[in-house]
């Protein structure tokens, strides 16, 4: 596989579930992003890790609660969520936290009932 | 802050030339990206400026005045493939993080 691997694709969760999000990328990237894309709105950015620290954390509700174990994989851990939550969620990769250039998985499309 | 404005929605014909305006108002300018994010699928990095002038790269060129605040990417031939959102991103000095604008859908008719 090569790329930015995300999982699930879909999914579909009460408020009272917990899930996560998985992401995996065989880039050999040093920096990881997650993103909220909804409707009629801009890519939010959410999280950013660096060599597996966290280094950005855009005011997000604790709800949503990441976890980098290593520069490959990044995992997004949602409990208690709410319907306004319900978008598609993208995670990205670059070289550093200093490029530009990211690479997106394909994202999780997430509906909370 | 940041403030990114592109047009929300633009339809060109197959053939044709299109351009996707984008300006931006931000604190420490350093760099403005393109992407390109067909539906259902993931964005692509289209195209990177941080110094004023036109970067071409086949079929797409982007242009930046930094002085204006204002950047466009120039498709030309389009083709039906080229139907999709475009992104216009700008990288800000702190933190080196990237701030997207609400993307512009362009629908190519034949």
């Known amino acids: 596989e090569t790329g930015v691997t995300q999982t699930p694709r879909h999914l579909v969760m009460g408020m009272t579930n917990k899930k996560s999000l998985k992401c995996e990328q065989h880039l050999g990237h040093n920096a990881m992003y997650w993103y909220k894309q909804s409707a009629k709105k801009p890519l939010e950015l959410m999280f950013v890790?660096?060599?597996?620290?966290?280094?950005e954390n855009n005011s997000v509700p604790s709800r949503f609660s990441p976890e980098c174990p290593n520069s490959s994989h990044l995992f997004l851990h949602l409990h208690t969520l709410q319907p306004e939550d319900s978008a598609l969620y993208l995670c990205?990769?670059?070289?550093?936290?200093?490029?530009?250039?990211?690479?997106f998985g394909e994202g999780s499309r997430l509906t909370v009932l | 802050g940041q403030n990114i404005d592109q047009p929300t929605e633009m339809t060109a014909t197959e053939g044709a030339i299109v351009q996707i305006n984008c300006t931006y108002q931000t604190s420490g300018f350093n760099g403005l990206f393109w992407y390109q994010q067909h539906a259902g699928e993931a964005p692509t990095f289209l195209s990177y400026n941080v110094l004023d002038g036109l970067e071409e790269k086949g079929r797409f060129s982007s242009f930046l005045s930094r002085s204006k605040g204002y950047s466009y990417l120039l498709l030309k031939e389009l083709q039906m493939k080229d139907s999709a959102s475009y992104l216009c991103?700008?990288?800000?000095?702190?933190?080196?993080?990237?701030?997207f604008g609400g993307g512009t859908r362009l629908m190519v008719k034949p």
């Open positions: 990205a990769s670059s070289q550093d936290k200093w490029t530009g250039e990211l690479f």
């Open positions: 991103a700008v990288r800000h000095n702190a933190g080196n993080m990237l701030t």
């Open positions: 890790y660096s060599l597996e620290e966290r280094v």
